[in-house]
């Protein structure tokens, strides 16, 4: 079992709708959870962080946490072609260290 | 923009000779990071530094060493090149301060081919 697991993609959504990316990890310990993005041909771009239980917003995201379920989500609103790139979620473990899921790309159509 | 720089940005070399790779910071980060990124894969961690001189093995380690003399400077070798080892390489620093704890920034990578 991989310690990050994202779902699998790509994943399509229409312009203005919203996008929902999905995370779950397997160090019941963990304690830091980040959402990157990462255009085609770039490097990685921390977008969200995110610490406690439930919602933290910024703009158009949405990071959601529920530790019980070893689960961690990010939903984009009003979803733009801009927003099309690959999302890499990110959990720091209980070593310290910062484990990445293999990414799912996103395409927003206009 | 971390203040991360690479290079080279892009590398052509042949299986069995030594690279190195080099990541540059400008603003006295004491943890820095070297990944690799491969198609359909996310980001694996090969080696990390704590400080001038601190090391340690990452999930995929084999056939890199680091060194860090300098806290400005981080290096990756590839003491013997393989086609294996052809990937993009990206370099990170981790930021500091209680509400930013191991967010981590980004260089622009380095993009290498071993043939």
């Known amino acids: 079992q991989?310690?990050?697991?994202?779902?699998?993609?790509?994943?399509?959504v229409p312009e203005g709708a919203i996008a929902s990316l999905n995370c779950t990890y397997s160090d019941r310990g963990s304690q830091s959870f980040f959402w990157y993005r990462?255009?085609?041909?770039?490097?990685?771009?921390?977008?969200?962080?995110?610490?406690s239980n439930g919602d933290k917003e910024d703009g158009r995201f949405t990071a959601q946490l529920n530790k019980a379920s070893q689960y961690v989500s990010l939903l984009i609103r009003d979803s733009q072609p801009s927003d099309s790139a690959t999302y890499l979620c990110a959990v720091k473990t209980n070593a310290g260290k910062s484990t990445f899921g293999d990414g799912t790309t996103l395409t927003v159509k206009p | 923009d971390a203040g991360i720089t690479q290079s080279p940005r892009h590398k052509v070399t042949e299986t069995g000779t030594p690279v190195t790779l080099r990541c540059?910071?400008?603003?006295?980060?004491?943890?820095?990071?070297?990944?690799?990124?491969d198609p359909g894969h996310g980001l694996r961690l090969i080696h990390y530094s704590?400080?001038?001189?601190?090391?340690?093995?990452?999930?995929v380690s084999d056939g890199y060493s680091v060194s860090r003399s300098k806290t400005?400077?981080?290096?990756?070798?590839?003491?013997?090149?393989?086609?294996?080892?052809?990937?993009?390489?990206?370099?990170?620093?981790?930021?500091?301060?209680?509400?930013?704890?191991?967010?981590?920034?980004?260089g622009p990578g380095t993009r290498l081919t071993v043939t």
Not at chain 1, 44 to 51: G, K, Q, T
Not at chain 2, 50 to 59: F, L, S
Not at chain 2, 80 to 105: D, K, L, M
Request: with cysteine.
């Open chain 2, 50 to 59: 704590y400080g001038v001189k601190d090391t340690d093995k990452g999930e």
């Open chain 1, 38 to 51: 990462q255009y085609s041909g770039k490097s990685p771009e921390l977008i969200m962080s995110i610490y």
């Open chain 2, 24 to 37: 540059h910071q400008t603003e006295n980060h004491r943890y820095m990071y070297w990944y690799r990124q």
């Open chain 2, 72 to 106: 400005e400077d981080f290096l990756l070798t590839l003491e013997s090149a393989t086609s294996s080892q052809t990937s993009v390489y990206f370099c990170a620093i981790r930021a500091t301060g209680t509400s930013s704890t191991y967010e981590q920034y980004f």
């Open chain 1, 2 to 12: 991989k310690e990050v697991e994202q779902n699998s993609g790509p994943l399509s």
